[in-house]
């Protein structure tokens, strides 16, 4: 069983991209759309987040969103040739390991920031300080997850282009 773990900051497709794996007929695992897999976590306390959480910059300086990571594996245990794994988290370089393949949606700054700007499916990043919290980050993350041999796909690409590169990455040897 290949296991492919596909990445990216906010607004990079991640929830389109499992949207569309899902149509293509191959089974996906969304981190943020998934139950009681993630959750908002105190960064001082480590106390699990009640209730729903007002997405702003203050918020998310004092928390982080993290990733049951034997959860998740569990999740994973299923009779299937290939599994994808979408999502990011304060937390994934403690799963990254359990993956064949990593992929990093990247598109241009403008890209993601409007998209976030827009986004009907979610709230995140509908805060104008998240957005400028995103610019702010998202080079060193795209660097560092490249570094450890994340494979970068174009997300700005249409998405029927976007995840044919996907499936074409995830049935390479590596």
């Known amino acids: 069983m ?3 773990y596909i990445t990216g900051i906010a607004g990079t497709g991640k929830t389109t991209v499992s949207e569309e794996l899902q149509k293509r007929g191959f089974y996906t695992i969304s981190i943020d759309e998934t139950d009681d897999l993630c959750s908002w976590v105190d960064r001082e306390t480590n106390e699990k ?14 928390h982080q969103w993290v990733c049951d990571a034997d959860y998740l594996k569990k999740l994973m245990n ?4 290939i599994i994808f794994v979408l999502g990011i988290t304060s937390n994934q370089s ?17 890209v993601f920031l409007e998209r976030l700007k827009n986004r009907t499916n979610n709230t995140f990043g509908k805060d104008k300080a998240i957005r400028d919290h995103m610019l ?5 993350f795209e660097t560092r997850l ?18 044919d590169e996907v499936i074409k990455q995830a049935f390479l040897d590596k």
Do not use: H, M
């Not at 987040?49 to 004092?62: C, D, H, I």
């Not at 299923?78 to 040739?81: A, G, I, L």
């Not at 990254?96 to 700054?109: G, S, W």
């Not at 690409?157 to 976007?162: E, F, G, Q, R, Y």
């Open 78 to 81: 299923v009779d299937e040739e």
């Open 94 to 110: 403690e799963y990254l390991d359990v993956f064949n393949t990593v992929l990093l949606l990247q598109c241009k700054p403008e």
């Open 146 to 163: 490249i570094a450890k041999g994340a494979s970068p796909i174009d997300a700005s690409l249409p998405i029927d282009k976007v995840v």
């Open 2 to 4: 290949k296991k492919i």
């Open 136 to 140: 702010d980050w998202y080079e060193g």
């Open 49 to 62: 987040v009640q209730g729903k959480a007002e997405l702003t910059r203050e918020f998310t300086s004092k």
